[in-house]
């Protein structure tokens, strides 16, 4: 084995690799370093999507506890809030996939698992059954995100509209989708102070605000998420008015 040969083993180990860059320990040629540029930028790709695959393991098969879990994705992994949720929910898919253990499911895994992470939030809100119909329509490898989002749509039945080349809020789709995969029972102990509070009720009550207004103007109205809205909301004015009655 040639010297680069020796060195570009030595320096192409994943972590050991950040680790002695990080402790100053550069290799001495341009192979070497091109090599664990590349072998970084490998792992680098697959990371999430394995971390993915791990969080949602050990949500379903060792800490079923919201509590145990998120202290254990907060204090082990430095994982908290939306992107530990988006990444429970893709790895939901992908494990599904997994445990369902059929040949088509392991390849319909693989070719999700080798998709930039971006685009496995939106393919997440399929169901391990409906995947397999999906990806004989679509090929997620050639699509963006946005178009994966809408194809996704599309298939669930849901009503795709035009989107304008320009949004007028660039990356607004992104922080709903974050939001949206936020498990309901860790929401609830992110807020914990009055200030948090005020800023999560003015935030939904603009966006409570912006949907109503495009319901106004739609040219078809989706009746049962009108009604299943107003029955949430109703259920929030009682609770709302139990708490002014305890706390006057």
């Known amino acids: 084995m040639s010297e680069i040969e020796k060195s570009v083993a030595c320096n192409t180990a994943g972590p050991n690799a950040i680790e002695k860059i990080a402790n100053g320990e550069l ?5 070497a370093l091109d090599e664990v540029a590349k ?22 098969n060792h800490l079923r506890s919201t509590t145990e879990w ?20 893709i790895g939901k898919l992908l494990t599904g996939l997994l445990q369902n ?14 998709l930039p992470f971006n685009s496995l939030y939106p393919l997440s809100r399929l169901a391990v059954d409906q995947v397999g119909p999906w990806l004989t ?16 749509a599309a298939f669930l039945g ?14 607004f789709e992104d922080i709903l989708d974050d939001l949206i995969s936020i498990d309901k ?11 948090t509070a005020k800023r999560s009720l003015y935030a939904g009550f603009e966006l409570l605000d912006a949907a109503i207004m495009y319901h106004q103007r739609a040219t078809e109205c989706d009746v049962v ?8 909301l109703l259920s929030g004015i009682d609770e709302i008015e139990k708490i002014i009655a305890e706390k006057k």
């Open 27 to 31: 290799p001495q040629n341009f192979e």
């Open 39 to 60: 072998s970084l930028i490998r792992i680098n790709a697959k990371t999430a999507q394995t971390l993915a695959v791990i969080v949602a393991d050990v949500r379903s």
């Open 70 to 89: 998120t202290m254990w994705a907060s204090t082990t992994l430095q994982l908290q809030g939306a992107y530990l949720h988006h990444l429970h929910r």
């Open 101 to 114: 253990g059929s040949k088509c499911c392991m390849q319909y895994y693989r070719r999700l698992f080798n």
């Open 137 to 152: 329509h679509y090929k997620p490898e050639e699509m963006t995100r946005e178009n994966i989002r809408d194809a996704v």
């Open 158 to 171: 849901e009503s795709v509209e035009p989107r304008s080349e320009q949004p007028a809020l660039p990356g």
């Open 185 to 195: 029972e860790a929401l609830k102990t992110i807020v914990k102070d009055s200030d």
């Open 225 to 232: 998420l009108l009604q299943t809205t107003k029955k949430a």
